[in-house]
């Protein structure tokens, strides 16, 4: 035996070294401060960005992670005020003005914006832009946007392939006239948006036409922006990196210097990586870990008005959904203060109405309550009392935990208030969203949030010509109603024409408001002047790090 | 020998042509396509995307097109190990659908050495814990140093590694000291750092990864070693007076190796090619990340550019394995009489 024991030994040697070496790993690092510490020191910004970007060619992106890069990149001809969503900041433009109505708008670009190849950005670039994002061939997905320019939508539409005839007109180098189809008041807001955005027409033309979606200019070697930052490296499903950029007008402006986005897809693992200390902004909390953090950690917790609606649709062209007493006996079951307060838990406002309330002046016409008798007496009037013989239903949610908690909610409340039995049916995203376009369903649930401060953001969904509507609901009167609309440039005409179509929403309900958003979200202290916004966008050059050593 | 090789190559040619051909027919077949999104798009906006993928082509020409692009049609070794497959055997997955801009083919060529590192160190703690830990055993048959590791070792197989794996982090990420915690996502630290620091990072998910196959490893070394040492070579070297270490290792090891080394050749290539979970959880640019988010984006080409990538490993490992077992053992080869 101490023969085999002497052997042991023998054997134990080169483990002992391969060991020390792991432990020399472990804990070889003679830096103790986390990932934050360090990089609040140097000046960089660390941000959980939920998915990898599809792109950053600001004309054919859709998503919020592409948005957040995007408008540090680049930079439109108003930019994002850091702390009110409706104020429009100045961007390339310095200063602008519009005519009485609304309709013709003339913007003063500045002179020193400046590309970051050093070439000036000019009238024409912006001119070129929108020629790029309206090019029928290009496919951009956000033209629709630019609809608003007289002529636009002929020219995507390819009835006509001269650009003149679009309301788009150079008056010199740094002055640039847009004319409108209607009034547009909020045309500024809209202008934020990233499909607005200039884009280099030397660079686009020396990597393809200006209709080539397969183009590699936006690679990070080639992409050349007029934002506050450039892009320094991108490791695809890895990080993004941005940092401070010489050649922008502002630069003396911009406090940090630089940014690193990390796509994180899953909340929970997102929360993880900022409880690590690895991110100092944490985009999605996991419901479940909301207590946690308000209990132990307040000052790392937030939650800030969005402006967005959380809503059951009705499919309207199945009997008995079709009924607006059965859609309005569903609506007034559901307990909405109950869902806010104990399951989604993240301050949340029960929707009222199906706009999101104080949205520049709007205040909604709608006054939706939880009344469970009313309910009861609804549904006993369209045929079912006390639930008997009402068909077997279901509703239809993309798998996600949070929707499926909300759902199961939903569904008790009926079946105690109403005495009928719906089921839940959880499908992946992209089949969810094939089957809701498809009216495959019965109930769906849906997130609507909006593109720019103004409510006709939302109401314009429920038209019946709209891709957005997924209903089958339409209303005459409602769609006058919306041409009258982009015709009035007088704002309380505009609010009053707006509270009637969302008041004809609301008397026929083909969707169910259950709650305005609230964004949920950590954020390390040592992030300073990161406010609350409507649409969630916060100009990075504002955005200043001053290491206070917290850890979690 | 050669009859055997040319019938194995045109056998490995056909199954990928299959499985291209397999995995074209559920793309299509899925509901959904790659620019559906939550808000919609207008209908001619979306004729146009369709006619610059080409997918406003009838089936059998995107089929045909799709067959055409993905096979070999030249080879150039070189550029091969650059992971380049386009200039190393012809092959265009082209554009992805999704990542506008960027090719297939470059998403592969960056994201395939990760997934390869994370499996070459993988293999190294597998091999390392799973050799030393069956040895130890067999050497200590029936005491504690036998039933504890062989024991850990069970649960290293039952637990898969989407539970180990959070279970690693919540350990060495949250509940160890301060000075000893390692890092819990990503595949490199966010600041310039040395390449300690880097490997740092590579930890946890690597010792996930090889704890599970330590296990298989550990439980057929075990077994193997035990069987080999009572045998009477050992016997009779022990009796010459070989020093006890080059009796375990010199004489014992090498026989005993034997079904473990026929095991790893699969393993290498599972461990290269199953991380995805892993890659998830850890949050790493290696390829199982994109093949799950391919199939959730819809993005035809990156799927079958994941898919075929990670068909041809295994198929090449399973073969690499194969010829070696062949050559070794002749009573294998094709044709030969029992």
């Given at each position: 035996?101490?023969?085999?024991?002497?052997?042991?030994?023998?054997?134990?040697?080169?483990?002992?070294?391969?060991?020390?070496?792991?432990?020399?790993?472990?804990?070889?690092?003679?830096?103790?401060?986390?990932?934050?510490?360090?990089?609040?020191?140097?000046?960089?910004?660390?941000?959980?960005?939920?998915?990898?970007?599809?792109?950053?060619?600001?004309?054919?992106?859709?998503?919020?992670?592409?948005?957040?890069?995007?408008?540090?990149?680049?930079e439109?001809?108003?930019?994002y005020?850091?702390?009110?969503?409706?104020?429009?900041?100045?961007?390339?433009?310095?200063?602008w003005?519009?005519?009485?109505?609304?309709t013709?708008?003339?913007?003063?670009?500045?002179?020193?914006?400046?590309?970051?190849?050093?070439?000036?950005?000019?009238?024409?670039?912006?001119?070129?832009?929108?020629?790029?994002?309206?090019?029928?061939?290009?496919?951009?997905?956000?033209?629709?946007?630019?609809?608003?320019?007289?002529?636009?939508?002929?020219?995507?539409?390819?009835?006509?392939?001269?650009?003149?005839?679009?309301?788009?007109?150079?008056l010199?180098?740094h002055?640039?006239?847009?004319?409108?189809?209607?009034?547009?008041?909020?045309?500024?807001g809209?202008?934020?948006?990233?499909?607005?955005?200039?884009?280099?027409?030397?660079?686009?033309?020396?990597f393809?036409?200006?209709?080539?979606?397969?183009?590699?200019?936006?690679?990070?070697?080639?992409?050349?922006?007029?934002?506050?930052?450039?892009?320094?490296?991108?490791v695809?499903?890895?990080?993004?990196?941005?940092?401070?950029?010489?050649t922008?007008?502002?630069?003396?402006?911009v406090?940090?210097?630089?940014?690193?986005?990390?796509?994180?897809e899953?909340?929970?693992?997102?929360?993880?990586?900022?409880?690590?200390?690895?991110?100092?902004?944490?985009?999605?909390?996991?419901?479940?870990r909301i207590?946690?953090?308000?209990?132990?950690?307040?000052?790392?917790?937030?939650?800030?008005?969005?402006?967005?609606?959380?809503?059951?649709?009705?499919?309207?062209?199945?009997p008995?959904?079709?009924?607006?007493?059965?859609?309005?006996?569903?609506?007034?079951?559901?307990?909405?203060?109950?869902?806010?307060?104990?399951?989604?838990?993240?301050?949340?406002q029960?929707?009222?109405?199906?706009v999101?309330?104080?949205?520049?002046?709007?205040?909604?016409?709608g006054?939706?309550?939880?009344?469970?008798?009313?309910?009861?007496?609804?549904?006993?009037?369209?045929?079912?009392?006390?639930?008997?013989?009402?068909?077997?239903?279901?509703?239809?949610?993309n798998?996600?935990?949070?929707?499926?908690?909300?759902?199961?909610?939903?569904?008790?409340?009926?079946?105690?208030?109403?005495?009928?039995?719906?089921?839940?049916?959880?499908q992946?995203?992209?089949?969810?969203?094939?089957?809701?376009?498809?009216?495959?369903?019965?109930?769906?649930?849906?997130?609507?949030?909006?593109?720019?401060?103004?409510?006709i953001?939302?109401?314009?969904?429920?038209?019946?010509?709209?891709?957005?509507?997924?209903?089958?609901?339409?209303?005459?009167?409602?769609?006058?109603?919306?041409?009258?609309?982009?015709?009035?440039?007088?704002?309380?005409?505009?609010?009053?024409?707006?509270?009637?179509?969302?008041?004809?929403?609301?008397?026929?309900?083909?969707?169910?408001?259950?709650?305005?958003?609230?964004?949920?979200?950590?954020i390390?202290?040592?992030?300073?002047?990161?406010?609350?916004?409507?649409?969630?966008?916060?100009?990075?050059?504002?955005?200043?790090?001053?290491?206070?050593?917290?850890?979690? | 020998?050669?009859?055997?090789?040319?019938?194995?190559?045109?056998?490995?040619?056909?199954?990928?042509?299959l499985?291209?051909?397999?995995?074209?027919?559920?793309?299509?077949?899925?509901?959904?396509?790659?620019?559906?999104?939550?808000r919609?798009?207008?209908?001619?906006?979306?004729?146009?995307?369709?006619?610059?993928?080409?997918?406003?082509?009838?089936?059998?020409?995107?089929?045909?097109?799709?067959m055409?692009?993905i096979?070999?049609?030249?080879?150039s070794?070189?550029?091969?190990?650059?992971?380049?497959?386009?200039?190393?055997?012809?092959?265009?997955?082209?554009?992805?659908?999704?990542?506008?801009?960027?090719?297939?083919?470059?998403?592969?060529?960056?994201?395939?050495?990760?997934?390869?590192?994370?499996?070459?160190?993988?293999?190294?703690?597998?091999?390392f814990?799973?050799?030393?830990?069956?040895?130890?055993?067999?050497?200590?048959?029936?005491?504690?140093?036998?039933?504890?590791?062989?024991?850990?070792?069970?649960?290293?197989?039952c637990?898969?590694?989407?539970?180990?794996?959070?279970?690693?982090?919540?350990?060495?990420?949250?509940?160890?000291?301060?000075?000893?915690?390692?890092?819990?996502?990503f595949?490199?630290?966010?600041?310039d750092a040395?390449?300690?620091?880097?490997?740092?990072?590579?930890?946890?998910p690597?010792?996930?990864?090889?704890?599970?196959y330590?296990?298989?490893?550990?439980?057929?070394?075990?077994?193997?070693?035990?069987e080999?040492?009572?045998q009477?070579?050992?016997?009779?070297?022990?009796?010459k007076?070989?020093?006890?270490?080059?009796?375990?290792?010199?004489?014992?090891?090498?026989?005993?190796?034997?079904?473990?080394?026929?095991?790893?050749?699969?393993?290498?290539?599972?461990?290269?090619?199953?991380?995805?979970?892993?890659?998830?959880?850890?949050?790493?640019?290696?390829?199982?990340?994109?093949?799950?988010?391919?199939?959730?984006?819809?993005?035809?080409?990156?799927?079958?550019?994941?898919?075929?990538?990670?068909?041809?490993?295994?198929?090449?490992?399973n073969?690499?394995?194969?010829?070696?077992?062949?050559?070794?053992?002749p009573?294998?080869r094709?044709?030969?009489?029992?």
């Amino acid at each position: 035996m101490g023969m085999i024991r002497r052997c042991l030994l023998w054997r134990l040697i080169p483990q002992g070294i391969l060991l020390s070496v792991f432990a020399l790993v472990f804990i070889g690092c003679s830096d103790n401060r986390t990932p934050v510490e360090i990089a609040s020191a140097q000046g960089i910004l660390l941000l959980g960005n939920g998915s990898e970007p599809h792109g950053l060619d600001p004309h054919l992106t859709t998503g919020v992670p592409e948005h957040n890069i995007l408008h540090s990149i680049f930079e439109g001809l108003i930019a994002y005020h850091p702390s009110d969503e409706s104020a429009p900041e100045p961007g390339v433009a310095e200063k602008w003005e519009c005519n009485s109505d609304a309709t013709v708008w003339t913007f003063h670009l500045r002179h020193n914006a400046r590309w970051s190849n050093g070439d000036p950005v000019t009238a024409s670039d912006f001119s070129y832009s929108f020629r790029r994002i309206l090019s029928p061939a290009l496919g951009a997905q956000y033209a629709d946007q630019l609809i608003v320019l007289k002529g636009a939508e002929d020219y995507l539409k390819g009835n006509t392939n001269d650009f003149s005839t679009v309301g788009v007109e150079v008056l010199d180098e740094h002055t640039l006239r847009l004319h409108l189809v209607g009034p547009t008041p909020h045309l500024p807001g809209m202008l934020k948006h990233n499909a607005w955005y200039p884009v280099n027409p030397r660079i686009i033309e020396s990597f393809g036409s200006i209709d080539s979606r397969e183009s590699e200019w936006t690679r990070p070697e080639n992409l050349v922006g007029n934002g506050a930052f450039r892009i320094s490296k991108w490791v695809t499903n890895s990080y993004l990196e941005v940092v401070k950029s010489d050649t922008y007008w502002d630069t003396d402006r911009v406090s940090i210097k630089g940014i690193r986005f990390f796509p994180i897809e899953k909340a929970s693992t997102e929360e993880a990586a900022f409880r690590a200390g690895q991110i100092h902004y944490c985009s999605n909390i996991p419901i479940d870990r909301i207590a946690y953090y308000r209990s132990r950690h307040p000052q790392v917790i937030r939650f800030d008005d969005y402006l967005g609606t959380y809503f059951y649709r009705f499919n309207t062209t199945r009997p008995p959904l079709d009924n607006p007493l059965v859609r309005r006996a569903l609506t007034l079951a559901i307990d909405t203060g109950l869902i806010v307060r104990e399951v989604t838990k993240g301050g949340e406002q029960p929707a009222r109405g199906f706009v999101y309330d104080g949205v520049s002046g709007y205040l909604t016409p709608g006054n939706l309550q939880f009344d469970p008798i009313e309910a009861r007496r609804l549904l006993a009037e369209a045929g079912f009392p006390e639930g008997a013989g009402f068909p077997k239903m279901d509703i239809l949610i993309n798998t996600q935990e949070a929707h499926k908690m909300i759902a199961e909610a939903i569904q008790q409340m009926w079946r105690d208030h109403l005495g009928i039995d719906i089921g839940v049916v959880n499908q992946e995203w992209k089949v969810y969203l094939d089957n809701q376009d498809n009216l495959r369903y019965d109930i769906s649930r849906s997130g609507w949030i909006g593109d720019y401060v103004d409510p006709i953001t939302f109401l314009m969904i429920w038209t019946s010509d709209s891709g957005n509507n997924q209903t089958g609901w339409s209303n005459r009167r409602y769609d006058a109603l919306y041409k009258q609309v982009l015709l009035t440039g007088d704002p309380h005409h505009r609010n009053a024409l707006m509270r009637e179509m969302e008041s004809i929403f609301l008397d026929e309900l083909p969707a169910a408001p259950i709650y305005w958003y609230t964004r949920k979200y950590l954020i390390h202290p040592d992030v300073k002047n990161w406010h609350p916004k409507l649409l969630d966008y916060h100009p990075f050059k504002f955005i200043q790090l001053e290491p206070t050593g917290f850890r979690l | 020998m050669p009859r055997f090789l040319i019938s194995r190559l045109l056998q490995t040619i056909l199954v990928l042509y299959l499985i291209a051909t397999v995995v074209f027919v559920m793309m299509k077949a899925v509901p959904g396509g790659p620019f559906s999104q939550e808000r919609n798009v207008s209908e001619h906006i979306l004729r146009k995307l369709e006619e610059q993928y080409g997918l406003h082509d009838p089936l059998h020409v995107q089929y045909a097109k799709y067959m055409w692009n993905i096979t070999p049609k030249r080879f150039s070794p070189g550029a091969l190990l650059r992971f380049d497959l386009k200039n190393g055997l012809g092959i265009d997955f082209g554009y992805s659908f999704r990542y506008e801009g960027r090719t297939v083919n470059q998403l592969i060529a960056e994201a395939l050495p990760v997934s390869a590192e994370l499996g070459f160190y993988a293999l190294i703690i597998a091999a390392f814990l799973g050799i030393s830990t069956g040895s130890l055993a067999a050497l200590k048959q029936n005491t504690a140093w036998d039933h504890i590791p062989m024991g850990v070792v069970m649960v290293g197989i039952c637990l898969p590694t989407f539970v180990m794996g959070p279970i690693l982090i919540l350990v060495f990420g949250f509940w160890v000291p301060e000075s000893i915690r390692l890092p819990v996502l990503f595949w490199e630290p966010s600041y310039d750092a040395s390449w300690m620091e880097s490997l740092r990072y590579r930890i946890l998910p690597a010792i996930t990864l090889g704890l599970y196959y330590a296990a298989g490893i550990a439980r057929l070394t075990r077994g193997s070693m035990l069987e080999v040492l009572g045998q009477d070579y050992i016997r009779t070297a022990r009796a010459k007076g070989v020093s006890p270490f080059n009796v375990v290792v010199k004489h014992g090891l090498r026989t005993g190796m034997i079904p473990v080394i026929s095991y790893l050749g699969p393993v290498a290539a599972h461990l290269i090619t199953g991380s995805f979970v892993i890659e998830y959880i850890f949050m790493l640019p290696g390829l199982g990340r994109h093949l799950i988010n391919a199939a959730l984006n819809r993005d035809y080409t990156l799927i079958m550019g994941t898919v075929l990538v990670y068909a041809a490993i295994l198929i090449l490992f399973n073969f690499i394995v194969d010829t070696l077992l062949v050559w070794l053992n002749p009573r294998l080869r094709l044709g030969s009489k029992p």
